[in-house]
Each structure stands twice: as structure tokens, then as C-alpha cells.
């Protein structure tokens, strides 16, 4: 049974830092793309960055680009999502998902073609 086990949210001021892992069980991961989604309450979950399974290419959605920074160790089944530099608008519940295909070229940025998600963890930027 594949899991994904999400740690590393919190409370932080406006420019600080978190750095968010995943650590997954169930699966060879080092086969499959791997991203981060984040959702606040009345909103669809919505992408923001993708590392494909061999760590070569990653993609961001525009509002996290130069902020954010997606990584993964293969040894440990881990994803890990960096961020700085946090604003207010950041504060979501955030989730990592894997891609359903091996070796796929680019990670997609469409919630459909994950087919198995961790459950959450919550991050929120206050002042």
C-alpha cells in the first residue's frame, strides 16, 4: 500500500521560512515524478512544483518561482519543498502527490494524473 506521509508546516511571520517533506512508502519512487499541491478552504488544489523522478527537471507555478525550491534523496523516499521569503497568500493546507506513470519527462501540472496523495499539512503565514 503506497503512502505518503507529509511533515513540516507551521506558523511563520511573512519572510520567513519552512521546508515541508514527504516521505513515501510503497513504491519505488526513484520511478516517478513527484509535486507539491497546496488548497485553502473553498478553492481547488492547485500545483506548485514538480520534480521529475530522476531529479533533472522542475517546473513552478508562477506565484512560488524564486521563492520555493523542490528536491528530493531517493535514499530516504523523501520530497522535500523549501520556502522562503513567505507571504500571507502562501498559507494553505499543502499536500505532495505522486505521479501515476514511470519516467514521465515533465511533471505534470494537473491534479489528475497523481494517484496517491499524502494527507496535509497546513501552512500559515501571519503578521
Known amino acids: 500500500q503506497v503512502q505518503l506521509i507529509e511533515s513540516g508546516g507551521g506558523l511563520v511571520q511573512p519572510g520567513g521560512s519552512l521546508r515541508l517533506s514527504c516521505v513515501g512508502s510503497?513504491?519505488?519512487?526513484?520511478?516517478?515524478?513527484m509535486a507539491w499541491f497546496r488548497q485553502t478552504p473553498g478553492n481547488e488544489r492547485e500545483f506548485v512544483a514538480g520534480i521529475t523522478w530522476n531529479g533533472g527537471l522542475t517546473i513552478y507555478t508562477d506565484f512560488v518561482k524564486g521563492r520555493f525550491t523542490i528536491s528530493r534523496d531517493d535514499a530516504y523516499n523523501t520530497v522535500y519543498l523549501q520556502m522562503n521569503s513567505l507571504k500571507p497568500e502562501d498559507t494553505a493546507l499543502y499536500y505532495c502527490a505522486v505521479d501515476q506513470e514511470v519516467y514521465r519527462a515533465v511533471p505534470a501540472k494537473g491534479p489528475e494524473v497523481y494517484d496517491f496523495w499524502g494527507q496535509g499539512t497546513q501552512v500559515t503565514v501571519y503578521s
Open positions: 510503497g513504491r519505488v519512487f526513484s520511478l516517478y515524478a
